[in-house]
């Protein structure tokens, strides 16, 4: 079994940043993708950002230029570095592991972005 847990989240002004990690930990005899989910109120979940094993990522078109993933694969961590911050960035964030074909979530961590 893969536990994830996420930190970082936080109130934050319009305009900052905030910085997202999530750490893997158990069973872990491989990972593929690691990415980072979100859903706001009333709306469904959707990807933010992801990243292959092959360091490929994949960006929504709404965080695109404002956010950059990494990963550090010997420490089986993920992370998120979050700038520019809009008010529409507010939601709860989720960390996803795809290893063995098996999908492993968080809890999540949320972000309020304040005007």
């Known amino acids: 079994q893969v536990q994830l847990v996420e930190s970082g989240g936080g109130l934050v002004q319009a305009g900052g940043s905030l910085r997202l990690s999530c750490a893997a930990s158990?069973?872990?005899?491989?990972?593929?993708?690691m990415g980072w989910y979100r859903q706001a109120p009333g709306k469904q979940r959707e990807l933010v950002a992801r990243?292959?094993?092959?360091?490929?990522?994949n960006y929504a078109d709404s965080v695109k230029g404002r956010c950059t993933i990494s990963r550090d694969n010997a420490k089986n961590t993920l992370s998120l570095q979050m700038n520019s911050l809009k008010p529409e960035d507010t939601a709860v964030y989720y960390c996803?592991?795809?290893?063995?074909?098996?999908?492993?979530w968080g809890k999540g961590t949320l972000v309020t972005v304040s005007s």
């Open positions: 996803n592991v795809d290893t063995a074909g098996l999908n492993y």
């Open positions: 158990g069973s872990i005899f491989s990972i593929n993708t």
């Open positions: 990243m292959t094993s092959g360091a490929i990522t």
